[in-house]
């Protein structure tokens, strides 16, 4: 829905925004130096490994994306030393 003010937008933009703000608070719990930069760069992950998966019907997306979220989010936390 490319209308900003159509509902089902709305909604979308607002669902995408709670999913994001969740993984921030747990990325800044975890320890990670910049929680929002890792929430963003997971919640892209997330909406392009479902997009693909439905897209493509391949079960496979799901392993895939977590093993590049595992490398992404071991390397936030490294940068972000132990949490507190």
Known sequence: ???PEHPAHQ???AYKGEFT???TD???QAGAADPEKLAEQLALLFDGAAARGTALNDSRTGACA???AELV???ALAEGGPPS
């Open 11 to 13: 909604l979308a933009v």
């Open 21 to 23: 703000h969740r993984l």
């Open 1 to 3: 829905m490319p209308d």
């Open 73 to 75: 989010v071991d390397a």
């Open 66 to 68: 977590r093993s590049i």
């Open 26 to 28: 747990i990325a800044r």
